[in-house]
């Protein structure tokens, strides 16, 4: 990180190069945390790395009671990274599962001679790629400034070790203190263009009158651009990679002549960057401000409860999580493919299917739909559950009249 940014805030670079950077994974075993849990979530860091433009060539896991205060892992476990990077020559990267200090980060970069991120700089680094809108770049940075604040003294551990002497002293702390005023000057810049952008949103939230007001929501990479690109038959971008949509999309649909207004939003992840959340807040005012929600799950995901728990704290930290919600669970096809054996009989699948279906709905307490947004299946049973959704919505708005649309 101390290599990627100057004091001024601005990256030097849009993103990690185009060129696939060849990376080394870092993780630790803490306490209640499960060997399949660690496995699953490097799995996923290894996607946002991908995403971000690396490949993960090499996985260090060590069983820890807390992280080291100086290097994250034990002594004996950096010496065994930083023997594999110095024996690998591609490799220019190396990223860490949680978040490191500015002292750890310097301490690590000095020690294995290449670029040290963390999961909240990889995070970042996506999000800064992705933004289109201003709105979206402004949040990124603004996030990015006050994630870089705590850290600066860390980053600036190459003076102390110059020092050493009398007279070398000043200079250092002159030099962070002018570096946290940039920084807590240009977060207050920001803060201030955000007001301003976000004035103008509400503003074209206001426009948009009494009409119904559904949002899709849902871990990061289940399928719901897809899915309005259904509902809509519009166009929105589409990709399987984490956070393919940072930007709000709305849309205007309308089911049996009824329309509404269908938007989609940022995809949540687990260990979501506090500062990341706290920016785009404004983003999510879609979610706070919605009548109904649409929760898409990736079924076919091994993960997908823990996926969901995760959703639903965010919901929780927006105050949106006793809305109307339909669940989705999306992606059955796959789902199907994955767990079940081509030798199974039909009635069997359909009874497993139909087991998960009463236990999902016990569980969770909101009306569940299983679909595939890409091949369709079941999309006329999910229509027909929205639509009757929307209409108890206008029922409520407007007891006293029958609207014909």
Do not use: C
């Amino acid at each position: 990180m101390a290599n990627e940014w100057n004091v001024g805030g601005q990256n030097r670079k849009q993103g990690l190069k185009k060129k696939l950077e060849q990376a080394v994974l870092v993780g630790i075993i803490a306490q209640q945390q499960t060997e399949s849990q660690t496995t699953e979530y490097l799995d996923e860091l290894e996607f946002l790395a991908l995403t971000a433009g690396a490949v993960a060539k090499k996985r260090f896991v060590q069983k820890l009671q807390h992280p080291d205060r100086r290097t994250f892992v034990g002594s004996g476990k950096m010496l065994e990274i930083q023997e594999y990077v110095e024996a690998h020559e591609e490799i220019s990267l190396v990223i860490f599962d949680d978040d490191l200090t500015g002292k750890q980060t310097s301490i690590i970069e000095e020690m294995l001679k290449v670029k040290i991120i963390d999961r909240s700089t990889l995070i970042l680094d996506i999000f800064a790629n992705r933004a289109q809108t201003a709105q979206a770049k402004t949040q990124v940075e603004l996030a990015q400034m006050q994630y870089m604040l705590p850290r600066l003294r860390g980053l600036w551990d190459h003076l102390e070790r110059q020092r050493g002497g009398i007279g070398m002293r000043g200079p250092g702390e002159k030099e962070i203190e002018t570096d946290r005023r940039i920084v807590r000057d240009k977060i207050s810049l920001l803060k201030k263009q955000l007001e301003k952008i976000d004035q103008q949103s509400q503003t074209q939230r206001k426009r948009r009158g009494q009409q119904v007001r559904v949002a899709l929501v849902g871990y990061t990479n289940v399928g719901k651009s897809t899915l309005m690109n259904v509902l809509s038959k519009s166009d929105v971008f589409a990709e399987d990679k984490l956070f393919a949509t940072l930007d709000t999309t709305v849309r205007k649909v309308v089911l049996d002549r009824m329309p509404f207004l269908l938007s989609d939003t940022v995809g949540f992840i687990r260990k979501l960057p506090h500062h990341l959340v706290e920016s785009f807040k404004s983003t999510l005012d879609e979610v706070r401000e919605s009548d109904l929600l649409i929760h898409v799950v990736d079924i076919a995901h091994p993960q997908f409860e823990d996926h969901l728990q995760t959703v639903n704290k965010t919901l929780k930290d927006l105050d949106a999580l006793e809305k109307p919600t339909i669940l989705v669970f999306n992606k059955i096809d796959l789902y199907r493919e994955r767990y079940f054996d081509k030798y199974l009989e039909e009635e069997m699948k359909v009874e497993i299917v139909n087991e998960l279906k009463s236990r999902l709905k016990n569980d969770y307490n909101h009306e569940n739909v299983f679909i595939s947004a890409l091949t369709k299946e079941n999309i006329n049973i999910f229509r027909s559950t929205l639509e009757r959704k929307v209409k108890e919505m206008y029922a409520i708005r407007y007891p006293h009249q029958v609207k014909h649309w």
